[in-house]
T-cell receptor, first 116, second 117 residues
């Protein structure tokens, strides 16, 4: 068990809808990351937050947004969903905002989103 | 730009065989970190090992070992005496210390390992 909690585990919704994915980081971790895993794109970095502030941005669509709350949990909001958004969405956390030997990323079990 | 290449798409071995997963990376940074993650059929991503760019000492941890060679930009991972439970997708990942990138991990495409009994 990585200590990172993601809810829900599965989500099925229709095109055009909006969903919210939730992540609770490991105790003591201040950084939260979101990754998308799809068959054609592999594991892609979306966005990173550190202690409530956006730290780094990857290939995140404008229809997607995220935030990290004062209690350090994070939410990823996906709107105007398209069939191509179907994927496994991972949240990860680490202690530091920068890469370090002692601060690897620990991943949650993911949320599988299916858009029909 | 950062890039991680795992040329082996799929490997099949028989139980108790040793298997090496290849990883080649590209980076402009002089300080970086390399990782291996495992994704079993259940779907979660499990952290396995890490190595920083200024420590080329190869190590063994149980049935796992890794060979880091900066000169060839390779970070290969070996499982000794493979077991059926080792069947999973294995990802190599690279992280740079560039302030701009924060702690972003760049993943390879993954290698599917099938261990048959």
């Amino acid at each position: 068990d990585s200590g990172v909690t993601q809810t829900p585990k599965h989500l099925i919704t229709a095109t055009g809808q909006r969903v919210t994915l939730r992540c609770s980081p490991r105790s003591g971790d201040l950084s939260v990351y979101w990754y998308q895993q799809s068959l054609d794109q592999g594991l892609q970095f979306l966005i990173q937050y550190y202690n409530g502030e956006e730290r780094a941005k990857g290939n995140i669509l404008e229809r997607f947004s995220a935030q990290q709350f004062p209690d350090l949990h994070s939410e990823l909001n996906l709107s105007s969903l398209e069939l191509g958004d179907s994927a496994l969405y991972f949240c990860a956390s680490s202690e530091s905002w920068r890469s370090s030997y002692n601060s690897p990323l620990h991943f949650g079990n993911g949320t599988r989103l299916t858009v029909t | 730009a950062q890039k991680v290449t795992q040329a082996q798409t799929e490997i099949s071995v028989v139980e108790k065989e040793d298997v090496t997963l290849d990883c080649v990376y590209e980076t402009r940074d002089t300080t970086y970190y390399l990782f291996w993650y495992k994704q079993p059929p259940s779907g979660e991503l499990v952290f396995l090992i890490r190595r920083n760019s200024f420590d080329e000492q190869n190590e063994i941890s149980g049935r796992y070992s890794w060979n880091f060679q900066k000169s060839t930009s390779s970070f290969n991972f070996t499982i000794t005496a493979s077991q059926v439970v080792d069947s999973a997708v294995y990802f190599c990942a690279l992280s740079e210390t560039n302030v701009e990138y924060g702690n972003k991990l760049v993943f390879g495409a993954g290698t599917i390992l099938r261990v048959k009994s």
